[in-house]
């Protein structure tokens, strides 16, 4: 059972270290403004997510057994520093992606300002241009009256 949640951890890491690679990109795409690219790589998240959270659970109850088949003063811990080495590896994983997604999140809000920002300037330039519109052209300040 012991390899069994080795095995898991590695996995769990594997899946950790292809979503750092995933952050990554996406960071480089909202950095170059390539933002057709964006759903790609968002869709990508979807199954690695899953799967990190079954591999989550599968961990958790392979420590539940494992620690429940032990007595005294094993009982204590029963995971060794087989395990403890890619489980730490996954921390310095996690803390990373945490910092990529962040910044990616604050690059993905100021692409959001700038684009209501543009589409504001856009709507009031169109809204100008259809009142000079209507004040020169009868019919169209009829239309709008009735």
């Known amino acids: 059972m012991k390899k069994e949640l080795i095995s898991t951890a590695h996995m769990r890491l594997e899946h950790y ?7 990554e990109e996406q960071r480089a795409i909202l950095v170059g403004g ?15 997510l899953l799967q990190l959270k079954q591999l989550n659970e599968r961990e958790r ?5 494992l ?4 007595a005294g003063a094993e009982a204590a811990d029963p995971i060794d520093a087989e395990h403890r080495a890619p489980a730490d590896h996954m921390a310095g994983k996690a803390l990373e ?3 990529l997604t962040m910044t990616n999140k604050e690059l993905l809000a100021g692409a ?11 709507c009031q330039l169109a809204s100008e ?12 300040m009829l239309d709008r009256r009735v």
Do not use: C, M, W
């Open 17 to 23: 270290d292809k979503l750092v690679k995933l952050a």
């Open 34 to 48: 390539n933002h057709a690219e964006l759903a790609q790589n968002l869709v990508q998240f979807d199954p690695l």
């Open 61 to 65: 109850t392979l420590y539940e057994h």
């Open 67 to 70: 620690h429940k088949g032990q």
């Open 97 to 99: 992606l945490r910092g």
């Open 112 to 122: 959001k300002e700038f684009t209501d920002f543009s589409i504001g300037i856009i």
């Open 129 to 140: 241009q259809i009142q000079k519109e209507a004040g020169s052209n009868p019919a169209i």
